[in-house]
């Protein structure tokens, strides 16, 4: 076993471990052992536990985020402060002010992707181990935590007429026209859930300094390079690979979607529309920062009325004789 393997085996295991877990209270509830559904339960049921286990990070990831918005001001007086500084004493002292400011606020840039890195163990796992299934089936051996049996029994489970171990680029067995239609299915569902999650955050919950911040300019490149990239690697990902990615990025949208709705961040367009129902409904607006609600003398002035522009009328002049 070489050095990565040895790093990701635990993952491996884990990984395993939970969707046999789920394999066998699912068969136990009276599903077929080797049907494709059950495996694939247990692959909505790893992604289930996973996701549910990364909520504190995902807590830490807003509060992160909102600490962001929140110092954007900050560091854009810092980027005036320091504008056209190019000696490396100047950059120095700038990298030192700004990392202030992200103890100050207690955030930083990389907080963003922290559920995305701390995911990327199980997901590399997960595809070592549906990759390595038909191997393992032939060497007649198990694989992380499952028995030689169950390895077989997914080897010739499929959905659709699709083995869930086949991928579009390397084929798998079983029907090749089902195995390519289902593969670009689920590498679209997988591309443009994770597209409108990323542009859903940029449109509603992102004030006009976070927008128009360096960091952010790099983040909306981001937001067209990323769903490329999966799509491309995607034709390498076996089905059940990506079955297991695009429900995770279902459940990134949803929560992103409940965070925006409840829990805006501060001077979005996301928090102006929360302020703007608790009023049609009768409630104080409330400080979004704080999660209080607003006293009279701090909430903002209601817009003035649009008042129509008085045409000026035209004198009627006298004819001349």
């Known amino acids: 076993m070489d050095f990565f393997g040895a790093i990701m085996f635990p993952f491996q295991w884990l990984v395993s471990f939970i969707m046999v877990a789920f394999h066998d209270g699912l068969t136990f509830l009276g599903l077929p052992e080797a049907s494709g559904w059950t495996w694939t339960l247990s692959i909505i049921g790893l992604v289930l536990v996973i996701r549910a286990a990364l909520i504190p990070v995902f807590v830490r990831q807003i509060k992160a985020q909102r600490g962001m918005q929140l110092l954007q001001p900050d560091l854009q007086k810092l980027q005036a402060k320091y504008k056209g500084k190019t000696d490396q004493l100047s950059r120095q002292a700038m990298a030192q002010e700004q990392m202030a400011l992200y103890k100050k606020h207690g955030t930083n840039p990389f907080s963003a992707c922290l559920p995305m890195l701390i995911q990327m163990p199980f ?3 997960l595809f070592q181990v549906l990759s390595g299934i038909s191997k ?3 060497d007649t051996t198990g694989i992380g935590a499952m028995t ?9 489970s499929s959905i659709f007429g699709a ?11 079983g029907d090749a026209v089902a ?13 443009a859930s ?6 859903q955050i940029m449109a509603k919950n992102m004030s006009e300094e976070a927008m ?3 960091f952010m300019r790099q983040q909306k490149i981001l937001l067209y390079i990323l769903p490329l990239v999966f799509g491309i690697g995607g034709i390498n990902f076996p089905i059940g690979v990506l079955i297991y990615w695009t429900i995770s990025n279902l459940w990134t949208m949803g929560q992103q979607f409940y965070v925006i709705r409840r829990m805006p961040a501060p001077g979005s367009p996301a928090a102006k529309a929360l302020n703007e129902r608790r009023i049609a409904k009768g409630l104080a607006p409330i400080d979004v920062t704080t999660g209080k609600a607003m006293k009279p003398e701090d909430m ?6 649009k008042t129509q522009r008085q045409q000026p009328q035209r004198k009627n002049r006298k004819k001349k004789a």
Not at 148 to 156: K, L, P, T, Y
Not at 300 to 305: E, F, I, L, S, T
């Open 136 to 138: 393992a089936n032939q």
């Open 212 to 214: 128009a911040s360096p």
């Open 194 to 199: 994770q597209f409108i999650t990323q542009k």
């Open 123 to 125: 997901f590399f796992a």
């Open 163 to 173: 083995p869930l171990s086949a991928s579009l680029l390397h084929g798998g067995g």
């Open 148 to 156: 030689h049996d169950q390895v077989r029994q997914f080897d010739a």
């Open 179 to 191: 195995v390519a239609v289902l593969s670009i299915l689920m590498i679209i569902a997988m591309t």
């Open 300 to 305: 903002p002035p209601p817009p003035a009325p």
